[in-house]
Nanobody
Framework: QVQLVESGGGFVQAGGSLRLSCAASGRTFSSYRMGWFRQAPGKERVFVAGISSSGGNTYYADSVKGRFTISRDNAKNTVYLQMSTLKPEDTAVYYC??????????????????????WGQGTQVTVSS
């Protein structure tokens, strides 16, 4: 049984920082790429960041590039999302997800929700102006 548990969300003022964590279990974590997505009220869930199984390659949505950093610790089965210079438009529920298949993927797949098969419960991030 695969489980993903996010933590670290909260309320922060614009310009502030938060670090989200996602603890994974039930799969050989180090073999699978991971992703972070977010869903704002009334909007679709969208890609935020992705990371390869080894952590050597990272990918970001243009809206967060330069402000967010994704990383992972395979020894702890945990993936992180460090968020800095937060803006009100970053307000959303943030979800981590694990890839459906091990190994590498195209950039299109990395950004595609359908290429992930297990999701966490989400953690709320609220950024005030």
């Amino acid at each position: 049984q695969v489980q993903l548990v996010e933590s670290g969300g909260g309320f922060v003022q614009a310009g502030g920082s938060l670090r989200l964590s996602c603890a994974a279990s039930g799969r050989t974590f180090s073999s699978y790429r991971m992703g972070w997505f977010r869903q704002a009220p009334g909007k679709e869930r969208v890609f935020v960041a992705g990371i390869s199984s080894s952590g050597g390659n990272t990918y970001y949505a243009d809206s967060v590039k330069g402000r967010f950093t994704i990383s992972r610790d395979n020894a702890k089965n945990t993936v992180y999302l460090q968020m800095s210079t937060l803006k009100p438009e970053d307000t959303a529920v943030y979800y981590c997800a694990v890839a459906r298949y091990p190994g590498m993927a195209t950039l299109q797949a990395i950004r595609d929700m359908q290429s992930y098969d297990y999701w966490g419960q989400g953690t709320q991030v609220t950024v005030s102006s």
